[in-house]
């Protein structure tokens, strides 16, 4: 028996943009439907941003035991439990899911539906036994791993982000297909884990990032031991004995061939658009997303598209970004659009990779009189006393000291990228991050120092020490 539902707002995909919009528009006493056929949380919970920072969280405390020996603590040689260790992500991820759970949601009045969704036509969705014509549908549907058109690649046992944090058994040497901000990760999470690791970049790794700060990052994992073979094209992969892969790889330097006991393959995600029917409802896409306006409406004045699915961005802040944007248009008509260069992202290795805003390489491209300010973590005394001096903060101005971008790479970028994220958002100038006061000690203070640098100029120019000679004359 069909089922028919008349809400005022379907959404469709339970993950954290999904969620959001659903929680605010049920907040506000709107009635929601919310349809998701797999887990709750979608991808961010479950398969990405929360099972792999808990998982580096548990290299991380493995690296610093071998570490003691500059605080006058004698290392330590950590033995790896890797069972154990995946039961710490598994209990991580057990500890938030309630959040994201059907029955809060259900509490809150949205009605959950755990069914696959199609368009029926351009105002209608099915799911289940259940027909929805609601006034506005929010697709949120996420992305899924995407798998590139290697020779070989279908015949081999291989891991995505979805399937690697349910082992249980340590990976003897895990190869590593793409060297993003996923794959590097995953590397460094599993080397200090105790497993030998090679990373396989195409082009360059973290090559989206800033070089120069990318470059550290590069090098600390080097450092570990991670091997990171860069403009490698992977030519075929093949099985290597009863369970391990062969990779066979081009390079400039000649043909190399890497044998390991795991496969993960990280070149970035795919939206899943596929069982949605879209050209039902008139929806335009393509095989990146659908496609949106800078309000997140598709071609169907009815339907918005948020996060993942529209092909932009993938990381769950933007989701969340636009679930807010999204609810200020379907809630209390209020114009909304997405600003990008007010996006921060962070890679979460050790050191951390942080940043918003223009590049300096871009910046240069669309400004003139750009000025970059740098300042090291090792001219930071907090840093000095927790002997993590790695790394630097570099800040890119435009004419009158405007702030195009920031980059941070070393401790606690992620947390200090919170100050720059408002900085940006709010068009604040060097001048004002110059003038405010800051907490000593704090590695944030790097900021301040580098902004200061900012009028390091003027303490050299001949008028200005002219003025205040003259001034200096009035007593």
Known sequence: MTTLLKPDICVIGGGSGGLSVAAAAAAFGVPVVLIEKGRMGGDCLNYGCVPSKA????????????????????DVEPEIDFAQAMKHVERVIGAIAPNDSVERFTALGVRVLKEEARFQDRRTVVAGDHVIRARRFVIATGSAPAAPPIPGLDTVPYLTNETIFARRRQPRHLVVIGGGPVGIELAQAHRRLGSRVTVIEAAAALGKE????????????????????????????????????????????????????HLLVAT????????????????????RGIKVNKALRTTNRRVYAIGDVTGGLQFTHVANHHAGLVVRALLFRLPARENRLVIPRVTYTDPELAHIGLTESEARAHERGVKVLRWPYAENDRAQTEHRTEGFIKLVAGRGGRLLGVTIVGAEAGEMMNFWSLALSKGLRIKDIAGY???YPTMSEIGKRAALAYYGEATRRSSVRRLIRFLRLFG
């Open 55 to 74: 998982l580096l969280a548990a290299g991380k405390h493995a690296h610093q035991l071998s570490r003691g020996r500059p605080f006058g603590v004698a």
């Open 210 to 261: 800033d070089p120069e700060l990318a470059a550290v990052v590069l090098e600390r994992l080097r450092a570990e031991g991670v091997d990171i073979h860069e403009q490698a094209k992977v030519e075929r992969v093949e099985r290597h004995g009863r369970t391990g892969i062969r990779i066979h790889l081009e390079r400039a330097e000649g043909p190399l061939t890497v044998e390991g006991s």
């Open 268 to 287: 970035g995600r795919k939206p899943d658009l596929k069982p949605l029917a879209l050209e039902k409802a008139r929806i335009a896409h393509d095989a």
């Open 437 to 439: 006061v800051a907490p």
